[in-house]
């Protein structure tokens, strides 16, 4: 899989841009704040919907503007498919494959994959929670275009339900009938979304003890676990595997121990939204036992991993890979490394400040980003 050509209309920086690409290794060049990023996260957009950024879609809009269209010409292996994207403030984006609109955002998930390397993925390991969640939710809904939107309800039935619980603060003689339709929802889509969890980490295990021992020229025991928020204590329930039927149980019970602290604190407490991925190395947390170049090698083994399991679904190819400013973060060894992982995929897209720091390769295509939305092909 690989973009042919990309359309902007006020995304960001860009105005109007109109960009052609090519198979192979692809670069783009220029100062910091010319928009090589914003080109990327263009790419990614229709990946996921969504920004890698941020989940804001204003932020996306140039200022004063109401739309902001993403078009790319994708080529899947014999396939050619015309995928746009309006984003809307205000009103609902609309989704179009070849110039015919998609009544559900179903129909367009999944047509287009990407994994981006950015410096910020150095978080997965180093700081909060809630980035190794992002990081889960990303990929178990790019191997299964569907979870998205699974993920998507639980967000709408969590609002709900905080809603309901902060109504309910302080008040007494509750009716709490709406509230046991809610915990039903919870469990339900939260079910899905943590045994989604499970399975990619049972996935993506192998594979990142393979890359990471390539990346780091260590022998080190990586484990992932998931420590789910449904368990009969404050730090949770640290699990490898589990069926439906074992976490509905579980899901439910820790709701029903915890309800009157909810009430009082309106807020939800429990669920795959205060979920915890937990990476070890040699028995110990990377997030406070790992050198920076320890870290860098899980970051990068994590996309690396996530990338070969996206390759092996042979219905759409390889995904399109974005590495995002990369090189200047990492050592000769470890750039050396992602480079020869990368080479072979179908289309690379590579973003640069410095042009003499990049590699020196046969290129298909080089381009210089310079100030005001412009770029130059070379």
Do not use: C
Not at 241 to 256: C, D, G, I, P, Y
């Amino acid at each position: 899989m690989w973009v042919r050509s990309l359309k902007l209309e006020s995304f960001r920086n860009y105005a109007n841009l109109d960009v052609g690409f090519s198979e192979g290794m692809n670069l783009l060049f220029g100062d910091n704040g010319n928009g090589k990023t914003n080109l990327a996260e263009a790419i990614y957009f229709l990946s996921e919907l969504q920004s890698h950024r941020n989940s804001d879609n204003k932020t996306l809009l140039q200022t004063g503007h109401s739309k902001a269209v993403v078009v790319a010409e994708v080529q899947n292996q014999e396939r050619t498919l015309l995928l746009g994207a309006e984003i809307n403030i205000g009103t609902s984006n609309k989704y179009f494959i070849n110039g015919n609109q998609q009544k559900r955002t179903s129909e367009f998930l999944g047509l287009i994959k990407t994994v981006i390397f950015a410096p910020e993925d150095l978080d997965l390991i180093r700081r909060d929670r809630a980035d190794r969640r992002r990081f889960l939710d990303q990929s178990t809904s790019q191997l299964k275009p569907r979870l998205a939107l699974v993920k998507s309800d639980y967000d709408r039935v969590l609002k709900q339900r905080n809603a309901l619980l902060k109504s309910a603060k302080g008040q007494q003689n509750i009716d709490l009938t709406t509230l046991d339709i809610w915990d039903q929802q919870l469990v339900k889509l939260g079910t899905q979304i943590s045994l989604a969890r499970l399975e990619l980490l049972e996935l993506i295990a192998p594979l990142l003890q393979r890359f990471y021992a390539a990346l780091s020229g260590s022998s080190e025991a990586i484990e992932l676990q998931l420590e789910l928020n449904i368990g009969n204590d404050e730090s949770g329930e640290v699990l490898t595997s589990a069926n439906a039927a074992e976490l509905e149980q579980m899901f439910h019970e820790k709701l029903k121990a915890v309800r009157n602290k909810e009430i009082e604190r309106g807020l939800t407490l429990v669920g795959p939204h205060r979920d915890e991925l937990l990476i070890s190395k040699s028995g110990l947390p990377t997030r406070t036992h790992s050198s920076q170049g320890e870290a860098w090698s899980l970051a990068l083994g994590l996309k690396l991993a996530m990338a070969e399991l996206l390759r092996q679904d042979t219905l759409t190819g390889d995904p399109i890979l974005i590495l995002d400013d990369v090189f200047a973060v990492l050592d000769s060894g470890r750039r050396n490394r992602l480079l020869e992982f990368v080479s072979d995929y179908e289309q690379v897209i590579i973003t640069s400040a410095d042009r003499a720091s990049t590699p020196e390769i046969d290129w298909a295509r080089e381009f210089e980003v310079v100030r005001g939305g412009q770029i130059a092909q070379l």
